[in-house]
């Protein structure tokens, strides 16, 4: 949700209007992994497992569609749009037509650098550069 709340200023700063709200990314980026609280299990060893029955992406789908329902969460088409593709178009992809609509895209561009460039951040030791970051628990790369 940082990497939404300033990469939004960014690519608005091209000149170029973007047909979302920071509201709308930010929102996306924690709807994204709503599962994770209930689905993370940390073992007594200090391992972290999914917890059975929490252990598919159509598992995770299916938890986060439920917990919207619950609290009666209504996204719009194009909120719904950004939150299943956020991770990629996937087994949707077409090189003849669009399937991930800009919020995706960005919302993507966001989950994508957390995952894949600053994965081991916030860092346990020394203390990460990012002011106020901190692990909950500490995990060796």
Known sequence: MNYAYHLYDFNASFGRPLPFTKSDGIMIMFLHDLEKP???????????RNRPGLDTKEAFKKF??????EYGVN???YQLNGLTYVEGEIKDYSSTHRVMNEL???????????????????KTAPLDEWVGADRVRKIKY
Request: net charge negative; proline share 8%; hydrophobic share 35%.
């Open 38 to 48: 209930w689905r993370i299990e940390v073992m007594p060893d200090g391992t972290v």
């Open 64 to 69: 986060r569609e439920d917990k919207l329902e």
């Open 75 to 77: 996204l719009s088409p």
């Open 104 to 122: 995706a895209a960005f919302c993507h561009q966001c989950d994508n650098w957390s995952a894949r460039a600053w994965y081991n951040y916030p």
